[in-house]
């Protein structure tokens, strides 16, 4: 499965960005993620949406601003931001993998990642 990262740029404190991640390859049996690196940080989780989107899970900073979502029919994830922080800044990763629901959070259970788009929050 090879992954293709996109949406990303220069938005100010409040705005709104989409993010999408298509795949090519099977798509439509892997729990998909978000991560995001900050300079100089770890990659962190973002958000996740298991396979069939019936259920999707968030870094309790982003809940209820952010919103991921999957176009199986389309092979791709999306991940709607609204009211951005300065703290959202980083390169944005998408991943897809099958973990456990106790290791979805980890970046060492994702088999396959994009190659990261750029989002800067301006103040």
């Known amino acids: 499965v090879q992954l293709q990262a996109s949406g990303g740029g220069l938005v100010q404190v409040g705005g709104s960005l989409r993010l999408s991640c298509t795949a090519s390859?099977?798509?439509?049996?892997?729990?998909m993620a978000w991560f995001r690196q900050a300079p100089g940080m770890e990659r962190e989780f973002v958000a996740a949406?298991?396979?069939?989107?019936?259920?999707?899970y968030y870094k309790d900073s982003v809940k209820g601003r952010f919103t991921v979502s999957r176009d199986n029919a389309r092979n791709t994830m999306y991940l709607q931001m609204n009211s951005l922080k300065p703290d959202d800044t980083g390169i944005y990763f998408c991943?897809?993998?099958?973990?456990?629901?106790?290791?979805?959070?980890?970046?060492?259970?994702?088999?396959?990642w994009g190659q990261g788009t750029l989002v800067t929050v301006s103040s």
């Open positions: 949406i298991r396979s069939s989107g019936g259920s999707t």
């Open positions: 390859g099977t798509f439509t049996s892997y729990t």
């Open positions: 991943a897809a993998g099958r973990p456990a629901l106790s290791a979805i959070r980890l970046t060492t259970v994702y088999y396959y």
